[in-house]
């Protein structure tokens, strides 16, 4: 095997683990566009709701583990279904009890201070979720087990005899889940009553509610459902990767650099820029040590944001 048949295929091998793990990357942040992009709400506790349901999948696949699912492949995935439900009531909940305090009409008491006092509550709510977490869990690394986390595809050999590509089962079929979720997010916000209503809330919220729209209950959906599908997110990643009640902010970051590399607004611009993040992150490896990947990240971000300010999918001139 010669030095450039090797080159090439760590080079293919980053290549495809950035894709599936970009692909990961791409649902939280369309996760987190849902919020940002149509409620215009910092919310720093998007990484920890990622993080509850991780530990709510994590229940569920033990609770089938328990009902003679143990070993089973489909187990963490029946799992996420169920921690769906889940995570939409808790978003749904707090917005209403919480969120909603600072947002829409009832934060207009608040006149130009109202980001001030949401990124006061987020961090708050982020604050109560990761000590609640760490005092119910603990602070040892969980993860969920499955047989298709260590078994690969391989492709190749691509060159001869030599320059194979191993893609990771679990990781795969992850991807996959995460795209069939974007695909059917779109259809929905595109196509559906509901997401006109959430497009029109974005636009112009006071034109909806002079057409009969429920602007205060189209942010209340559109809050649980980007806490619902960065959950959704987080039970991906947690079948290739440990957890523990501080990951949120470790990808807290990561969501907001995606959201505004995709462009403030569009949500599939928002599953392109977490695309991009993870293959900056694996094809920077092949340069940098492990620990400069997040450096290599937001270099590239400074750059998008130096050379297209509104981002890779974003408006020239965004809406206020």
């Known amino acids: 095997m010669t030095e450039l048949q090797i080159h090439l295929e760590a080079f293919l091998q980053s290549l495809a683990a950035g894709i599936l793990v970009g692909g990961i990357y791409g649902l939280m942040c369309v996760g987190l566009a ?5 409620m215009r709400v910092i919310n720093f506790a998007q990484g920890d709701f990622m993080m509850l349901g991780m530990y709510i999948t994590y229940f569920f696949f033990v609770l089938l583990a328990g009902h003679g699912m143990a070993g089973s492949p ?4 029946v799992s996420m279904v169920l921690t769906l439900p889940v995570m939409y009531a808790v978003g749904y909940l707090a917005h209403r009890l919480l969120i909603s305090r600072v947002t829409g009409g009832k934060s207009a008491a608040l006149e130009g201070e109202g980001h001030y006092a949401q990124l006061i509550l987020t961090l708050g709510i982020a604050l109560v979720l990761q000590n609640g977490a760490m005092m119910v869990f603990g602070p040892e690394l969980e993860s969920i087990r499955t047989p298709l986390s260590s078994s690969a595809w391989e492709i190749g050999p691509l060159w001869g005899d030599f320059v194979s590509v191993f893609v990771n089962k679990g990781r ?5 889940i995460s795209v069939a979720a974007i695909v059917a997010l779109a ?3 595109g196509r559906s009553r509901l997401g006109k209503s959430l497009r029109a809330a974005a636009d112009n919220p006071v034109a909806a509610s002079y057409m009969g729209i429920d602007v205060d209950r189209a942010y209340r ?3 649980a459902l980007g806490t619902c599908i960065t959950a959704l997110a987080g039970g991906l990643l947690a079948t290739n990767f440990p957890f523990h009640p501080f990951v949120g902010l470790e990808f807290v970051i990561v969501m907001y ?3 505004v590399l995709g462009g403030i607004g569009s949500i599939l611009g928002a599953f ?3 695309m991009v993040i993870g293959l900056v992150q694996q094809l920077s490896s092949l340069v940098l040590p492990t620990q400069l990947q997040n450096a290599a990240i937001f ?3 400074l750059l998008i944001v130096i050379l297209r300010p509104q981002g890779l999918f974003g408006r020239v001139a965004e809406r206020t």
């Not at 795969?172 to 996959?176: M, R, T």
């Open 272 to 274: 392109w820029g977490g």
């Open 187 to 189: 259809l929905v916000v």
């Open 221 to 223: 959906v559109a809050f």
């Open 257 to 259: 650099a995606g959201v």
């Open 299 to 301: 270099v590239f971000f």
């Open 172 to 176: 795969g079929y992850a991807a996959l």
């Open 74 to 77: 489909l187990g963490p995935y």
């Open 34 to 38: 849902m919020i940002f992009g149509i």
